[in-house]
């Protein structure tokens, strides 16, 4: 029997990660976020009164064993003047699906059969109107996830409008699981809102699984400046219950200074540094490895099938 994985997440680090654990013998369970509110997510929302789905469309095209022109599919957005603009076919399906079935658990579950995709993906919750909120450092309150994002601000606090209730589904995959895995992506808006829901916090609480987290390649403007590993792994921790990240993956790939410079002029983003003595005094686990590979599109990003082999290989000495 498959030991079985619950890889929580949004946005593209969670669905990058997939691309590469779901061709490993392990059973995953993917939990989404669902309080996006920007882009073709945002005006789905907005219209149907849905919870958000374009982060769920990445993880099943990112999951799907079909063709990669039906994966191209699922990513096209209209480039058009009417209001078709800016939307994914995938966030379209899922809300037609939805508006079929009233239930967003049971539409993913068709398009998963219809993709040829293997493991479980469940929502955070199935509430239409999550809100996320933040308090920043200095006292202001924003509203939204697009606006939290957008604001560039280091955050005191990150909560729900309203406590949501999480999917059934999502504490029975916590109970049964052998691993735990926070996927990289926002700390602030893809892994937090997670483990934020109190009846996550109490699900961790009584898990056998151990946390492991999946450290960032960069920082994020204005939110993690000036972070180390170390610092996400307390963040995350400050946020946790009595349950604590067991264990961290991190990248030790040697950064060129012209790559460096290129991401700090132009997204304003620096290197996670890996901060040896801090994570032995928080007295997490380090896995450490040259991780990092140049995509198409030129940038850095995690060697998904390299970090997906030493999550499998922690795995399996536990």
């Known amino acids: 029997m498959n030991k079985k994985v619950v890889v929580m997440g949004g946005g593209t680090g969670i669905s990058y990660l997939l691309r590469g654990l779901k061709d490993f013998p392990v059973d995953i369970t993917a939990v989404i976020t669902v309080s996006d509110n920007g882009r073709s997510t945002g005006k789905l929302r907005e219209e149907f009164h849905i919870p958000a789905v374009g982060d769920i469309r990445k993880v099943i095209t990112n999951l799907s064993g079909t063709d990669e022109a039906i994966k191209d599919m699922m990513s096209y957005r209209f480039k058009t003047s009417s209001d078709l603009d800016g939307h994914a076919v995938g966030n379209l399906i899922l809300t037609a699906m939805l508006d079929i079935t009233g239930s967003l658990k049971e539409s993913?579950?068709?398009?998963?059969?219809?993709?040829?995709?293997?493991?479980?993906?469940?929502?955070?919750?199935?509430?239409?109107?999550?809100?996320?909120?933040?308090?920043?450092?200095?006292?202001?309150?924003?509203?939204?996830?697009?606006?939290?994002?957008l604001a560039h601000r280091q955050?005191?606090?990150?909560?729900?409008?309203?406590?949501?209730?999480?999917?059934?589904?999502?504490?029975k995959a916590i109970k049964e699981a052998d691993l735990i895995v926070f996927s990289m992506g926002s700390l602030y808006t893809s892994v937090l809102p997670n483990i934020i829901c109190k009846e996550v916090k109490e699900a961790f609480n009584h898990a056998k699984a151990p946390i492991m987290y999946l450290s960032n390649l960069f920082t994020q403007p204005g939110e993690t400046d000036g972070f180390t590993v170390g610092d996400h792994v307390k963040l995350l921790d400050k946020y946790l219950d009595k349950k604590k990240v067991d264990v961290v993956i991190a990248s030790n790939t040697k950064i060129s200074d012209k790559m460096a410079k290129k991401y700090e002029t132009e997204e304003q983003k620096d290197p996670v540094k890996i901060d040896y003595d801090e994570l032995e005094k928080i007295g997490v686990e380090l896995i450490e490895d040259d991780l990092i590979i140049i995509d198409d599109d030129h940038t850095l990003k995690h060697n998904s099938l390299k970090l997906s082999s030493l999550i499998f290989s922690y795995l399996m000495r536990k």
């Open 108 to 149: 993913i579950a068709h398009l998963c059969k219809l993709l040829d995709v293997r493991h479980k993906v469940l929502p955070i919750s199935e509430e239409s109107d999550l809100t996320l909120m933040g308090l920043d450092t200095e006292g202001n309150i924003i509203e939204g996830e697009e606006q939290i994002t």
């Open 155 to 171: 955050f005191e606090k990150i909560y729900y409008k309203e406590e949501p209730e999480v999917l059934p589904e999502v504490l």
